[in-house]
C-alpha cells in the first residue's frame, strides 16, 4: 500500500476523492489501457480490484483469457457477464423500432452498449462491496459520458474513477509502465493501433490515419466486412420478417434475435455491406472521424424503415421521423435513463404494431436495395391505385376540388404580395 495520490478536491458529486476509494469495480477488456489501470489503481490508491468484463457479442474475444490475465494482475475476483441478449431485447430492439441512426450514418452500437455496461457494473459492484466504479475511457469521448451518466443516475452511492483520464501516461508512457510492472503487452508496441470498440450491432475504428479527413479508406481497417470491390459478382436476396417492429426471421427461417443479427451479419460481410466512412459531431463538442462496418444494422434498419413506410400514413410516417432523430440523439449524447427515451418507446411500440411483413434486400458489392415488400397491414391497394372508380375509396374526379381548396391559401398569399406588380 502506496501513498494515496493527491490532488485537488472533485468538483462532482459522483468522482471518488483518494481516501473514498477502498474496492474497485473495473471495467476491464483485457487491452493495454485497462491492463495498466488495473495495476495502477492498486499501487496509487492501495485499493482492491474487482475486474467485469461485458459480453456484448463482441466477435473472436477469448474471455477465459481476459480473467485469467485479470487474476494475473492482481484482481481479487474477475467477472464475465454474457448479456448478449439483454442487449439484443433491450437495447438493439427498442433503436430498431426508433430506425436509430446518429447523424445519418452511425447505428449506435457503442452508445447502445455503454448503459447496458455501466447497468450491469452497478449491480456487480454491490454484489462484491465495491464503493467505486473504474473506466478506460479517456476525457475526449462520448463514452466517458454514457457510462458516468449511468452509474450516477442509478447509484448515486457509488463513485467512479477513470485514470486514463487523469493520468498524464501516452501511449508510449503505458508501455513502458507494462513493461515495468510485467503487464503483457500484445501486438506490436511500435505504432499506435486503431482504436477499436465492437459488439454484435457493430464496430468501429478511430485513431491512425483515419484522422487524416484527406485520406480514403486503407483496407487494413476492415475486420469485419469484405472491401466491396472483392465481394461476390453475384448479387444475393435475403427476405427480412417483421412482426410488430421485431426482426424475427431471415429467408423464412425463424430465428431469435441475437442469432438473426449474426446471420444478417455474416451475409451481408461477405456482400461488403454496412462500411460507413462518418464524420461525427461528439456530444464534447469534438468533431471525428469514424470508420464503422455494421453490416447487420445496415441490412436490418433499411428493411424496417421500408416496412414502416408501407404500413404507416402519410402523417404517421412524417411526423416518426422526427421522434427518430430525438430518440438517435438523446442516445448518442448518453441519455438512456432519461424519461423522454422511455417516453419515445411507448410511441414507438405502438406504432410498430403495424409493422409486421417481409423486405427483400439485394446484397451486391456494398449495397442493401430493397427490391421487394409485402405486408398484411400495407396502406396500399393496387386496384386504388390503378386509378379504377369502381368502388374504391379514390375518386379521380375528386382530384381537382382537392387542388382547388389546398392551394388556396398560397394561391391568395401570392395575389396579395405580387398586387400590382
Ligand atoms: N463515435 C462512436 C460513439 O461515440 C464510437 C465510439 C467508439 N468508442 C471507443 N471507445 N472506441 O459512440
Redesign the pocket.
Known sequence: MTDKPVGPPTTTSYEAEPDQVGRVLLLYSGGLDTSVMLHWIQENYGAEVVTLTVNLGQPDEDYSAVTQKAVDLGAIDSRVVDAREEFASDFVLPAIRANALYGGG?P?F??LGRPLIAKIAVEVARETGCDTIAHG?TGK???QVRIEATVATLAPELKVIAPVRSWAMGRDEEIAYAREHSIPVKGGTESAPY???DNLWGR?S?GRWIEDLDCAPQADVFQLVTPPEDAPDQAETVVIGFEEGVPVSVNGERLELVELIDRCSEIGCRHGVGIVDHI?D?IVGLK?R?IYEVPAAQMILTAHRELERLVGTIHQNRFKENLDAEWAYLV?AGLWWEPLRSDLDAFMNESNKQATGEIGLKLYKGSATVVTRSSPNAVYDAQLATFSESGGLFRQTAAPGFIELFSLQSRMAWRLRNQGK
Request: proline share 0%; charged share 35%; aromatic share 12%.
Open positions: 452511425y449506435l457503442t452508445a475511457c469521448g462520448n463514452d482504436s477499436i470498440d468501429s478511430e461525427e461528439r471525428v469514424d448518442y
